[in-house]
């Protein structure tokens, strides 16, 4: 439930409505993370569900226990750190991901996670939930 007057309870459209072409932008941002020549569509989803959860975004979440390949766990261990504190990836973390992940690869994969650690913020301050792209 938004917190803007005026929009309390209103739908997350119409809080973004206030801003057409920022939120505009912000769908066409998400929609270029889902284009599988970029990245694997299933490590796109786990990251957005994995940044949603660390947010504490409602049904979002991520098995921890679930077993994973090398490329989700690196990617799910990158989108955790960028989410805590960016700064704290380390060398052994970017040559894992270097090892991983094309060059290609690895920058959707650092667009993936700050977009929707973007819009995981954006949600909540504004107090909105909006469905997913």
Same mark, same amino acid.
């Given at each position: 439930m938004s917190w803007i007057p005026g929009f309390e309870g209103a739908r997350a459209d119409a809080v973004l409505g206030l801003r057409p072409a920022a939120a505009a932008r912000m769908r066409e941002l998400e929609a270029e993370l889902w284009e599988a020549d970029r990245l694997d569509p299933a490590i796109t989803e786990l990251v957005r569900a994995r940044v949603g959860q660390l947010l504490g975004l409602p049904g979002r979440s991520v098995d921890a226990a679930e077993s994973r390949s090398p490329r989700e766990a690196a990617a799910i261990g990158f989108a955790e750190q960028y #989410?805590? %504190?960016?700064?704290? +990836?380390?060398?052994?973390?970017?040559? *894992? $991901?270097?090892? $991983?992940?094309? *060059?290609?690869? $690895?920058?959707? $994969?650092?667009?993936?996670?700050?977009?929707? %650690?973007? @819009?995981?913020? #954006?949600?909540? +301050?504004?107090? @909105? *939930?909006?469905?997913r792209a």
């Open positions: #989410v805590m %504190d960016p700064h704290g +990836v380390t060398d052994s973390q970017a040559a *894992e $991901l270097n090892a $991983l992940f094309t *060059e290609r690869e $690895l920058t959707a $994969l650092t667009f993936c996670v700050a977009v929707y %650690d973007a @819009i995981g913020r #954006v949600e909540t +301050v504004l107090g @909105i *939930e909006r469905e």
